[in-house]
């Protein structure tokens, strides 16, 4: 055989190499066009090697099939390139493949164009001799015009998308050579110029796959790829070599001379092994080294992301897949958060400003929202919509070096939006997003997409279960559920739960109103927060009670812990106090028990510690309580009575004070307080009220009437009947005795009572009008013994009430103006004799005018 | 432009003039730099709901009157607004919480907010530690792209963890483990794994504290020593041929020389950082592991990386544009501490005496939360020149922290409250105590030295002996003090030291000397004082008798 068939047997095996690689891919029209090409090579190439070894039927069959490959591989690349440069096919493409068909099959049929060469022996060798006439310019033309209108769709392409005409350059310089070698043939007659062209255009089809990534070459690694072309290749291989081999064994080696044809078989079956581990190296490496890796690790990401319904979870892996495959550096991911806006949530580094965040209207979000695909910064720079950008969002994406948006959409719904910065190449350059990584991010988004949205919708439910809305702690269900947990993992080691109660909330809210009271529930939330950090979990436990379950603490432990988080809350106003706004201190109870301490189940370390806070409270509130058998830790002890008292002595000076400033401007308030006092505290007692609740009435009885040291003494001492507008005027002394009060944060147990003094038992009274039980106790006791000192008392417009009349008076009132089972009570005392009525003091005041 | 691309651009003059250059800054261009970058901090500071609630709603306009109106802070003075996380009240929305162990505060833990030109000025720095660990002389350096780390820092949230952040946004080098694996492993895996890796890639730079740098090397040293010769051929094929051919190398140099493996003998370090208190005791020890002097590095959680070395190792620059520094005199701190309401007067950087040991009071710039707040550390002043660093900026040296706390090897932070803690949580009949930091006489290593006196009852119906105080104490040590069970853990190390005194000797030592011992580092002669007088006490008995 001649060293030219060799030529033609590697063209043809590069080209059969390529047809076996794509013909397991998965095709598109590109695949199509370009597996056409493969063919016509293979037709020319394949046709020329047989027609050198004059297989049957005939060398000149041979011929044609190769002068077929030949004239129609112009118009298969035409195709092709067309195809690539995505320029839709126009009747006069098809026009060039109709007359290159035509003429093979005219010179098929009557060799008029290019006869088939004459074989001539000459020296014991056959030789092709050819003879061309000048009609063989009609087909050639056609080939160059066909080549010529390619390069003109090339151009065109070179214009509108520099970069994807770009990718063609090593292609087109592949069909150069093919054309030099077509016409070098003529000139080198007899030696297979346009083939060994054709191996040369081989090579560089390949080097445009290997560097150019010219297609998405999926599923084409398979094992039976490697296999056919390894036994193509030793079939080859061993049907040139083998004869030669067993002559030169029986030659060289003649006591092997017996087995030849076993070593043979051997060395033929290693070397085809061989072929195939290389075969399959090759594949690995160049073909789908990288399409492989990315496959496997879209698969590794799909995985993880379908495991995991958190969302940090997700994107962690979304940023490490990314990393890994596209090599990204700065990843960023915005996502729809409950306003409808796109905050920045995560991003590659923890230290990256995430201070970034688009509204629903930001035009960004508007295009990803209608695309739904990748978007690359530059083509978001040509859209209408990046017009309408702010030159301070601009600055923030030029900032944050973006260089691609993948929009990750679930039924049309946007959830959010990755930015990707650069790509780096393998020496640090930046490199641009090419369609391989398009595609690889379009997976990435799909199975991203859903991925968000479940973990969002998760989040959101699971947040919703087992959080408190108003301070984000575990509400109550979750806490238990956590608890029972906890108690399985920590029985045998330790585990305590601290109780806080926030002391005398319902005053704080009367005081301050509903939305104080939560603002102060969600600062202790946050002191809790902060203070338990990752040591334990922490729940609101009730209105006012808070919970912290803490794995691995004992007594001691969390004794300090409950001391600190104390503290912090003792805290809160004195520090709210600067801006010379007063509020009551915020205390709390504190209980605390722990397993196996004081408690061997988890209903039980629950009761118990509820059991030490319900103790604290019955001991004076604001202070801890370890729970034992016996309470034997006590931050803060003895009686309400003694706090109370304590409470009074600190602030006795200042109700002096403020009781003598009374008296200056106006004496008969100050002796009426007093005897309301004493009217109160004795009512109170004959109600059965606590010692405690005693004391309680009458600091509000001396207090009730401290407003009205702001009332005008025109008003305050008029002789006569007070018109509406004093009236009124006369009415707002609640609310400034209120006012007062509440500048002594310890005595503001009062305020219940002093608040309610006006108020009527039928709900007509003021300043807020409720009615019955509504109104506090010691404000109905009030109400009572106000109401009998004014009548009994002597004033500069009217003689003071007998006693027994103004008792009728009160009578008559029970139930629409007094409570009527207190009237009884406060009667029958006096009437008894048992409370003695206060008479001896002058009276010049006013305001039971308006009564 | 990153750190890496200006490596590639071959810039290497700029890049030092960028990174190294306040080394070149006379004092007059430092103080510009201070002066202006305060005035910057003042205005976002003052009008801040922080800054207003400690300055009292007062705002200085000027640096004199920043001084004056600012008191001097301490953590507590931030722990309300900055343990709850309030960002509104901050100068500047930080982008990450660092935090760190908060000893005898009245929280487990302190957290630093961090904002974004803080992290800016803080990957300069750690590139400016990187550059000056490898230089030998001005103007020289060694880094590579891939450059290997072994590092042997406390990850995220802790300070130390932000340097494999701030270094990946610049350069690409390759943390042994890589962080996002170290992060999950523990104290001796971490170690072990990058040692490994290490024997496969070569170990360029070694961050760490200097007592865990020791350690990390000894068990370095160890770990490639030990196996028996089955695992030391597994090992061996693990290793890259360039690795091996060292390994063989180096056994053969250490039977002829006869000693035991160093880390030096395998790996040739182009730059060796360490952090802490207390490294002037491994110094020497870390030089003949490594062949290469570690350069000393000052950060903290709450001013973040502020300090670093020269190729002399001959004392700490601080970088201009991280925190304003003032420094209390010792005597003033002295002054401070015996009467806590004595305001003590500071001194600015070019006010410093050489020889002088300073208290550094440190505001921190670029929207930090910190204002002329006291750090609790303490400075010897070197110099205000240097002929080998080529410089005419003052030079300090680390001393420790100040005297009312602790300081064991960087690890742990022990205060009067954390001691007197531990005597009641023990129940021991400790009558009286003093304690002091002390170095071990042969390689310098500190330890607590725990001076007790027993109650009489005690120590007649109690087993007390020595050893058994110090198992108890130590067991309630590491009960209240993380940090001192990780001492333990970690480093293996026993800081404890506790000397039993004679019943009375405090009562005598006050009546002799009219003067109470300071419960926490009192002075060293005192002591010896008191030690002593136990044997006079004595004498004077027999005498008497």
């Known amino acids: 055989m001649s060293g030219y068939v060799y030529i033609s047997l590697a063209a043809l095996y590069c080209y059969l190499f390529f047809m076996a690689v794509f013909l397991p891919a998965k095709k598109n029209r590109l695949i199509f066009n370009f597996m056409a090409v493969l063919l016509t090579m293979i037709l020319w190439t394949g046709g020329s090697l047989l027609m050198r070894l004059q297989v049957l039927p005939s060398y000149r069959f041979w011929y044609h099939v190769s002068l077929a490959g030949i004239w129609l591989l112009p118009y298969s690349y035409f195709c092709f390139i067309r195809e690539f440069c995505r320029i839709p096919a126009k009747g006069s493409h098809r026009l060039w493949g109709i007359l ?138 061993f049907y040139n070599l083998a004869q030669t081999m067993n002559e030169v064994i029986q030659e060289k080696i003649p006591s092997m001379g017996s087995v030849s044809v076993m070593v043979v078989v051997v060395v033929t079956t290693v070397a085809t092994w061989l072929i195939y581990l290389v075969m399959k190296m090759l594949f690995d490496r160049i073909f789908i080294g990288e399409e492989a890796s990315r496959t496997e690790k879209l698969s590794e990401y799909t995985m993880a992301v379908s495991s995991s319904l958190r969302m940090n979870e997700i994107f962690q892996a979304m940023v490490s897949v990314l990393e890994r495959v596209l090599n990204v550096k700065k990843i960023y991911i915005c996502v729809e958060d409950e306003d409808g806006r796109y905050p920045m949530v995560y991003s590659s580094s923890p230290l990256d400003d995430r201070s970034f965040s688009m509204t629903g209207d930001h035009p960004l979000v508007r295009i990803m929202e209608r695309e739904g695909e990748c978007l690359l910064l530059r083509d978001f720079k040509r859209t209408v919509e ?50 391989d990584d398009i595609s690889f991010l379009r997976s990435i988004q799909s199975v991203s997409s859903i991925a968000v949205k479940n973990s969002r919708m998760y989040e959101r439910t699971y947040r919703e279960a087992c959080t408190d809305r108003l301070t984000g702690l575990l509400n109550r269900e979750h806490f238990l559920k956590t608890m029972d947990e906890f108690y399985e993992k920590y029985k045998n080691s330790s585990l305590a739960l601290i109780i806080f109660s926030v002391d005398d909330f319902k005053l704080y809210n009367q005081l301050y109103g509903e939305a104080e009271g939560d603002e102060a529930l969600r600062h202790i939330a946050q002191i809790i927060r902060g203070t338990v950090g990752e040591s334990g979990r922490s729940c609101r436990y009730s209105g006012k009670e808070f919970a912290v379950l803490l794995p691995g603490y004992d007594i001691f432990s969390a004794r300090g812990l409950a001391e600190n988080i104390s503290a912090q809350i003792n805290d809160i106003n004195r520090q709210r106090g600067e801006d010379d706004t007063y509020f009551k201190a915020l205390t709390v109870s504190c209980g605390i028990c722990a397993i196996p301490y004081a408690a061997t189940t988890a209903r039980e ?14 001991t004076g509130k604001n202070g801890i309580m370890v729970y034992s058998d016996q309470f034997i830790s006590e931050k803060t002890g003895g009686a309400a009575r003694d706090q109370h008292r304590s409470k009074y002595e600190e602030y006795a000076p200042t109700i002096y004070a403020l009781t003598a400033a009374i008296d200056a401007k106006d004496h008969y308030t100050f002796q009426h307080s007093k005897s309301v006092a004493h009217y109160a505290e004795a009512l109170a007692r004959e109600a059965g009220g606590s010692e405690e609740f005693q004391e309680i009435v009458k600091e509000a009885g001396l207090l009730h009437d401290i407003g009205k040291i702001g009332i005008p003494e025109n008003i305050l001492n008029k002789k006569g009947k007070l018109t509406d507008e004093e009236y009124e005027v006369m009415k707002k002394h609640v609310a400034s005795s209120v006012e007062i009060i509440r500048h002594l944060p310890l005595m503001d147990y009062v305020i219940p009572a002093v608040i309610g003094h006006h108020e009527r038992y039928d709900g007509r009274g003021y300043p807020r009008r409720v009615a019955g039980k509504d109104i506090p106790l010691a404000a109905r006791i009030l109400c009572i013994v106000d109401s009998f000192d004014a009548m009994v008392s002597k004033r500069c417009y009217k003689q003071s009430m007998p006693v027994d009349e103004a008792v009728k008076e009160l009578e008559r009132g029970a139930g629409t103006q007094f409570d009527p089972e207190l009237v009884p009570i406060f009667c029958e005392m006096i009437r008894s004799g048992r409370l003695k009525p206060i008479l001896e003091y002058h009276v010049d005041g006013a305001e039971e005018n308006a009564l | ?111 630093a907010p961090y904002t974004k030109g803080m992290l800016k000025t803080y990957k300069t720095n750690v590139l400016a530690c990187m550059i000056l660990s490898t230089s030998s002389k001005k103007g020289e350096f060694d880094i590579e792209p891939g450059d290997t780390f072994l590092y042997a820092l406390a990850p995220l949230p802790y300070t130390t963890g932000l340097i494999p952040l701030g270094l990946k946004d610049e350069i690409s080098v390759e943390f042994l483990p890589p962080v996002s694996e ?110 290469v002097r570690p350069i000393e590095v000052f950060s903290g959680t709450e001013p973040s990386c502020i300090g670093i070395e020269t190729w002399s190792r001959n004392g700490l620059y601080f970088f201009p544009d991280t925190c304003f520094y003032e420094f209390i005199p010792e005597e003033e701190m002295r002054r401070n501490m015996e009467d806590p309401t004595y305001r003590p007067r500071t001194l600015l950087m070019d006010e410093v005496q050489p020889g002088e ?189």
Not at chain 2, 447 to 474: C, D, G, M
């Open chain 1, 100 to 237: 290159l068909l035509a003429g093979t099959v005219i010179n098929f049929a009557t060799e008029w164009f290019l006869a088939a060469p004459e074989l001539v022996e000459s020296n014991g060798r056959m030789y092709f001799v050819y003879h061309m006439g000048p009609q063989v310019c009609i087909m050639y033309g056609l080939c160059v015009g066909a080549v010529v209108h390619m390069f003109r769709l090339v151009r065109k392409t070179r214009k509108r998308d520099p970069e994807r005409a770009g990718k063609l350059n090593a292609l087109l310089l592949g069909i150069v050579i093919l054309i030099l070698g077509n016409v070098g043939i003529s000139v080198i007659n007899n030696f297979p110029l346009d083939i060994l062209a054709g191996i040369f255009n081989a090579v560089i089809m390949f080097y445009s796959l290997y560097s150019l990534r010219l297609f998405t070459l999926t599923g084409i690694g398979s094992r039976g790829s490697c296999y056919v072309l390894a036994i193509g290749i030793s079939v080859m291989a």
């Open chain 1, 605 to 618: 370390l629950l009761s118990n510690a509820d059991l030490a806070v319900y103790h604290v409270k019955r």
């Open chain 1, 386 to 435: 990046y017009k309408s950008l702010w030159e301070d969002e601009k600055e923030q994406i030029d900032a944050m070096k973006v260089e691609c948006f993948l929009p990750l959409k679930d039924n049309g719904e946007l959830v959010g939006v990755v930015f990707l910065g650069p790509r780096e190449g393998k020496r640090g350059r930046r490199e641009r997003f090419d369609n």
């Open chain 2, 357 to 545: 040991v300073y208290e550094i009071v440190l505001t921190v710039l670029k929207g930090g939360a910190f204002a002329r707040y006291r750090v609790g550390d303490m400075y010897r002043c070197l110099g205000l020149t240097s002929r080998e660093d080529e410089t005419r900026i003052p030079r300090f040296e680390y001393i420790d922290r100040v005297p009312d706390i602790i300081d064991i090897a960087g690890f742990t932070r022990i205060s009067k409250n954390s001691i007197e803690n531990v005597i009641q949580l023990s129940g021991l009949g400790i009558q009286d105590w003093t304690a002091l930091k002390e170095f071990t006489p042969d390689k310098g290593r500190p330890y607590l030295h725990l001076y007790v006196e027993l109650t009489p009852e005690a120590a007649v119906h109690s087993a007390v002996s020595r050893e058994i105080l110090k198992e108890h104490l130590t067991i309630y040590f590491k009960y209240v003090d993380q940090d001192y069970h990780d001492l333990k853990r970690i480093l293996g190390m026993d800081p404890l030291k506790v000397t039993v005194l004679k019943c009375g000797t405090f009562a005598r030592y006050r009546e002799y000397r009219g003067k109470q011992l300071r419960r926490i580092n009192p002075d060293i002669h005192d002591v010896k004082e008191m030690v002593r007088m136990q044997e006079e006490l004595y004498m004077q008995r027999r005498h008497q008798r």
């Open chain 2, 1 to 111: 432009m990153t750190f890496e691309e200006k490596l590639k651009n071959k810039e290497y003059e700029l890049i030092w003039q960028e990174y190294c250059g306040f080394l070149d800054l006379t004092i007059e261009e430092y103080m510009t730099i201070q002066n202006r970058l305060l005035k910057e901090q003042i205005d976002l500071w003052c009008v801040s709901p922080l800054g207003q609630k400690i300055t009292g709603g007062r705002r200085p306009a000027t640096i004199e009157e920043f001084r004056n109106m600012v008191p001097l802070t301490t953590y507590d003075d931030y722990a309300d607004v900055l343990l709850m996380k309030k960002e509104e009240m901050l100068p500047e929305k930080p982008i990450i919480w660092i935090q760190t162990t908060w000893e005898g505060g009245k929280h487990p833990i302190k957290t």
């Open chain 2, 182 to 291: 170290a992060v999950n492993m523990t104290f001796s895996e971490r170690n072990k794994r990058g040692f490994k890796m290490g024997m496969k890639k070569g170990i360029d730079f070694f961050f760490g504290l200097g007592s865990v740098a020791y350690y990390v090397s000894l068990s370095v040293a160890a770990m490639s020593e030990g196996g028996k010769s089955g695992s030391k051929l597994k090992k061996m094929m693990s290793m890259s041929p360039d690795m091996v051919l060292r390994y063989l190398k180096a056994k053969k140099q250490c039977r002829r020389e006869n000693r035991d493996l160093k880390p030096k003998d395998l790996f040739t370090l182009k730059g060796f950082v360490c952090a802490g208190t207390d490294n002037r005791c491994y110094k020497d020890d870390l030089e003949d592991l490594w062949g």
